[in-house]
């Protein structure tokens, strides 16, 4: 086979092979999936870049065939300089200056201020607490307010509304990313770092820790809920009301057994800060941040061993707590919708 055909192959292979990758990004956690105003705008920059990056590459390809190729022999020394300013150095300048014009132009109005509540993110080994309608302190913040609503591992946004979330850690460095609504940005102990959220259709979208933290990295996750104004606010309204404290076996052995002293339940003698909340757990859709689906069964297999179903887990296993008494608090944690 020519040389210039295997070529002309590889590319054309090459070129399969990427489109093929590129059709997969469909998933609810993919950074082609737009489903708000900063990734939009993040993809259209990206694909101006690839566009860039591509001209710039046929340009100093197609000189580069003329010089070997289409004349081979020797080029006068004018010629030479003229092809290298032009082609290796004019060129390539005038593209990417008119893309960082292009990002920069961009940048405005995916910094403008949020508009509606303000959330506060705290990354923790290997978790996520949340704080809903969380107060305006002036200055430059230290450490993350931990004022609000409390909730854990699912984060609920209005659609159509800039959000300002306030994202932060206690321990150590983790990232705060939801591909499908925006940019990534790091969470760093002792600094407050801001990210404005607009969502701009409704659904479900994957977020992750992009940032290597430990362990249960990799099964440190979180659900982005985006509903209509009116479903958020009638959210938010919900989770600030304390559980249901009617007596029940498994309440009992909830408080008996030391629960309370790591996990609050609004409502009810528990008020422990170290874990997650659980005024109104049942009501979300995963548990141990994105690592089970809700259920009595799955709750009561965390409480006996977290450190099976999530390795490097902080929680303590129960497993010496009599299988009935597992299964009594599990099946009342997932009844506190």
Not at 40 to 53: P, R, S
Request: proline content about 6%.
């Amino acid at each position: 086979m020519p040389k210039q055909r295997r070529y002309t192959l590889g590319v054309c292979a090459l070129t399969g092979a990427m489109l093929t990758g590129l059709g997969g990004c469909g998933s609810p956690q993919s950074t082609f999936l737009s489903a708000g105003t900063e990734s939009a705008a993040v993809n259209t920059l990206f694909f101006w870049m690839l566009g860039g990056a591509v001209l710039i590459w046929l340009f100093v390809m197609g000189i580069s065939i003329y010089a070997t190729r289409a004349h081979p022999g020797a080029h006068h020394e004018r010629a030479g300089v003229r092809l290298i300013v032009w082609g290796g150095v004019a060129f390539p300048v005038v593209t990417l200056t008119l893309l960082l014009a292009f990002g920069l132009w961009l940048m405005p109005e995916l910094r403008r201020e949020g508009e509606g509540m303000r959330i506060a993110v705290s990354g923790e080994r290997f978790w996520w607490r949340i704080f809903y309608d969380t107060p305006a302190e002036p200055g430059v913040q230290r450490a993350l307010p931990r004022a609000g609503v409390e909730s854990a591992n699912e984060l609920w946004l209005p659609a159509g509304v800039r959000t300002e979330l306030l994202l932060g850690s206690p321990d150590v460095i983790h990232s705060f990313w939801v591909p499908a609504l925006g940019g990534k940005v790091d969470m760093i102990p002792g600094r407050v770092n801001r990210l404005v959220l607009e969502p701009t259709r409704e659904g479900v979208f994957n977020g992750v820790c992009a940032e290597f933290c430990g362990t249960a990295h990799a099964q440190m996750a979180f659900r982005v809920r985006v509903v209509s104004k009116e479903a958020f606010a009638a959210y938010v309204e919900a989770q600030s009301r304390p559980a249901d404290a009617s007596p029940a076996p498994g309440r009992d052995a909830f408080m008996a057994n030391g629960c309370g002293a790591c996990h609050a339940v609004r409502g009810t003698q528990a008020e422990g800060g170290v874990g997650p909340d659980l005024t109104h757990v049942g009501g979300r859709r995963m548990l141990g941040a994105g690592t089970l689906d809700m259920s009595a069964a799955n709750l009561a297999a965390f409480i006996a061993a977290p450190g099976h179903v999530k390795q490097g887990v902080e929680m303590p296993a129960f497993g010496m707590i009599p299988q009935g008494e597992v299964a009594a608090i599990a099946e009342w944690l997932e009844g506190l919708k």
